[in-house]
């Protein structure tokens, strides 16, 4: 669907037939809330089985939001809250997006001047743990810093999340929410 091909996938679908039949791809049910018919390689396959039982240490992931890895605003609609008003978040250059065991949880607007809470944010253990992906990216990452202006739309100093974005690390100044990258040096792809 995200590619957009002409005719969809029933256009395609005698292609991944021949495949399975030759025994390229395999057929199953490997995304939940898509359609019946997905295919994968093989080796996809044996690394999704690898993966079923969860690890007890939450998987903290941060990505850049047209990242292949990442499902959402492709193949998977972004999470919303119920009557959520909002634009629908878009599959930005730029954009980044913090993910926790899997769950779109945090949204990292180009810039990085705003910032946009998904539903997940909302359990409390989801948000701290989000908060430290986020904290990890501006660490990893190096630079400036990371100076949030808005949260959900609203100025920093009006947002009910304010306080978890302290406690988190940040400091409040006259554009928002600042955090700065440890005195520590940085490795980011082998360069200091």
């Not at 940040?170 to 955090?179: H, V």
Request: glycine residues 14%.
């Amino acid at each position: 669907m995200a590619e957009g091909v002409q005719g969809g996938f029933s256009a395609v679908y005698p292609v991944f037939k021949a495949m399975e039949d030759g025994g390229r791809i395999r057929r199953g049910y490997f995304v939940e809330g898509l359609g019946a018919a997905q295919f994968a390689l093989p080796g996809a396959v044996e690394r999704l089985r690898a993966e079923r039982d969860r690890p007890e240490e939450p998987g903290i992931v941060w990505l850049a939001v047209t990242d292949p890895a990442n499902p959402y605003g492709a193949t998977l609609p972004w999470p919303r809250r119920d009557g959520e008003q909002r634009r629908q978040l878009q599959r930005a250059a730029g954009a980044q997006v913090v993910l926790v065991d899997g769950e779109a949880v945090l949204y990292l607007d180009r810039g990085g001047r705003g910032l946009s809470t998904l539903p997940a944010f909302d359990d409390e253990v989801t948000r701290v743990l989000a908060l430290g992906g986020l904290l990890q990216m501006v660490e990893r990452l190096g630079g400036r810093g990371l100076t949030v202006e808005r949260i959900d739309g609203l100025p920093t100093a009006e947002s009910p999340h304010g306080e978890s974005f302290l406690n988190a690390g940040f400091s409040s100044g006259y554009r928002g929410l600042t955090y700065r990258p440890s005195a520590r040096e940085v490795t980011v792809a082998g360069r200091r």
